[in-house]
């Protein structure tokens, strides 16, 4: 397990504040999105994507790529990798979702309780989702590398029964390996 930690070394820290400017620029993607565009001078009737989901989707597919490479390289089966990929991919379009925080003050104003209970629950499902996935990015980045995703839980059933016979066959490997007597090399050479 200890070979699976990272090194942290100068290329490891540039990966970590690159991924932290990702995600403050996929903290409020439709801000992200309109500012790339006036700073491109793009009008709307030329522009190739007129949508802010855009930054979101891509930021989903990348977070989404990176975790289950980071998955395999830990060692976990093809379907435990998919089951935490998904998992941290939804996470990832809520964390990466268009809201609006400077309204947050105007959302209490909504006549319907309701509509204002779920407003404001996604902005704080929002900022959850956002710093679990920078404390996930931060982790593999910095401190455990992919054994983060070893022992990360799942919501997927599936998942968690791979990463369970994993562990099981871990265990059996390690019990077998103390089980076997060392060697004696001295009978192995010849008698002159």
Known sequence: MSSLRPQVDVWRIGATLLWMVFFILGLQPDKTFYALRMAGEVVTQ?????????????????????????????GCSPVESHGKTLQL???ALIAFYPFQFEQAL?????A???DRYINLGFGILKCWAWLYLLSVVIRYEIIDGPAVFLRMFSIFPSARQAALHRRHVEQSASQAAAEIPPKNHAEDIPAP
Do not use: E, G
Not at 49 to 74: D, G, K, P
Not at 106 to 110: F, L, P, S
């Open 46 to 74: 030329r522009a190739f994507v007129n949508s802010q989901y855009a930054i979101t989707y891509l930021l989903c597919a990348y977070i989404a790529l990176t975790i289950y490479r980071a998955c395999r390289a830990a």
């Open 89 to 91: 991919t939804l996470l």
């Open 106 to 110: 105007d959302y209490q104003q909504i």
């Open 112 to 114: 319907l309780p309701m």
